[in-house]
């Protein structure tokens, strides 16, 4: 098998200090810088949204950061602004080893959809072109690592799956937002579409 390491959204937003702190996101940094040395790929994701994005809960009035509305796609989160194209907190965390990624791949420029998963924005039809790019490489299996899994590691894990590709989640270098039960949910999901969930230490 020809193996991909699928770094999600490792950003300044989502780690310490950031707009949308995901609990812990810093610490996995270096287990993921030494993960890529063992991968025949490394490819980034970065979550990329114009100012305004309708998952901002700022651009919908009378709404606060983790409302729910519902979408022409289905329901959505509303989050605070985050991952703005161009700005610092966009960035990826400063240790990680960028340098290393063959591929970055954005997602969430699409003003008016959110994008969780690296292959499909959430409306789940419009593809973001990952599939393409891996099966031209000759890529079957995904190691997945990064924020947050409940919900860009979960949706990109389980659309790998359901495309074909042989998925394993590296629960130990990620870390969950666990808002109202999306962690369970999440776990239940990935292992529903046939995702290895695994961890380990050391
Ligand atoms: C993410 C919420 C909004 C993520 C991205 O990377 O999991 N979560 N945008
Ligand atoms: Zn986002």
Known sequence: MTT???????????CLGGALTVPEGDTIVQGVNALMAEADAVILTQDWHPAGHS????????KVPYDLIDMPYGPQ???PDHCIQGSLGAQFHPELQADRADLIIRKGYNPAIDSYSAFFENDQVTPTGLEGYLRTRGIDALVMVGLALDFCVNFSAVDAAKLGFDVEVRE???????????????????????????????
């Open 4 to 14: 991909a390491l699928i770094v999600i959204d490792l950003q300044k937003d989502f």
């Open 55 to 62: 998952s901002f809960a700022s651009s919908h009035e009378g």
């Open 77 to 79: 989160v509303l989050w």
């Open 172 to 202: 130990d270098l990620c870390r969950a937002i666990d808002l109202d039960g999306s962690l369970a949910a999440a776990r239940d999901g990935m292992t529903a579409a046939g995702v290895q969930l695994e961890t380990r230490h050391g």
